[in-house]
T-cell receptor, first 109, second 117 residues
Framework: DAKTTQPNSMESNEEEPVHLPCNHS???????IHWYRQLPSQGPEYVIH???SNVNNRMASLAIAEDRKSSTLILHRATLRDAAVYYC??????????FGQGTRLTINP | DAGVTQSPTHLIKTRGQQVTLRCSPK?????VSWYQQALGQGPQFIFQ???????QRGNFPDRFSGHQFPNYSSELNVNALLLGDSALYLC????????????????FGPGTRLTVL
């Protein structure tokens, strides 16, 4: 399973943008980059995924480096409800999700 | 539209006992995966069921077994419980990858908290 590296924790302020980095230098051509988050006392929740191009949805944006060896999840305007553990996962279609330790994001009011 | 549901919410068992956890997938989904999440860790993949068969399996002993029913719901069984089996057990459902529009995004339930004493 291809590995990802994320900071253990990050802190930001409410209503400010948050950039969560992820390094994946051993990514293969068929690996999709997935982001899930887990709010306290809940199951993980899908956030966004991409293959090569940057992606936007109602929750976040995903910026993928040109060489695909790193990516950044962008929360445009953090709220207190965005406090969670964020997991960056490389996954081929039909394969299992392999979770690492993730980044624990704290949002200050 | 109901999401993924799991039962029970919490469960307390003693060492050596057996336990069955249940999962109903999101409406329209046909694939169910099970994960174990120890305190402070990320979820670990146990196995995945599609068309009532185990399709993929993680690094878990045979004490962990499962079943998928014709209505796509699933059960996770754990025999001869050990203290180390105490964890949050998560069920995730998805569309089989060849049906999904782009990729097989997984939708997770709230989990069952199992405590083994």
């Amino acid at each position: 399973d291809a590995k990802t590296t994320q900071p253990n924790s990050m802190e930001s302020n409410e209503e400010e943008p948050v950039h969560l980095p992820c390094n994946h230098s051993t990514i293969s051509g068929t690996d999709y980059i997935h982001w899930y988050r887990q709010l306290p006392s809940q199951g993980p929740e899908y956030v966004i995924h991409g293959l090569t191009s940057n992606v936007n949805n109602r929750m976040a944006s995903l910026a993928i480096a040109e060489d695909r060896k790193s990516s950044t999840l962008i929360l445009h305007r953090a709220t207190l409800r965005d406090a969670a553990v964020y997991y960056c996962i490389l996954k081929m279609r039909a394969q299992k999700l392999v979770f690492g330790q993730g980044t624990r994001l704290t949002i200050n009011p | 539209d109901a999401g993924v549901t799991q039962s029970p919410t919490h469960l307390i068992k003693t060492r050596g006992q057996q336990v069955t956890l249940r999962c109903s997938p999101k409406s329209g989904h046909d694939t169910v995966s099970w994960y174990q999440q120890a305190l402070g860790q990320g979820p670990q993949f146990i196995f995945q069921y599609y068309e009532e068969e185990e399709r993929q399996r993680g690094n878990f002993p045979d004490r962990f077994s499962g079943h998928q029913f014709p209505n796509y719901s699933s059960e996770l069984n754990v025999n001869a419980l050990l203290l180390g089996d105490s964890a949050l057990y998560l069920c995730a459902s998805s569309l089989a990858y060849f049906r999904a529009i782009s990729t097989d995004t997984q939708y997770f339930g709230p989990g069952t908290r199992l405590t083994v004493l």
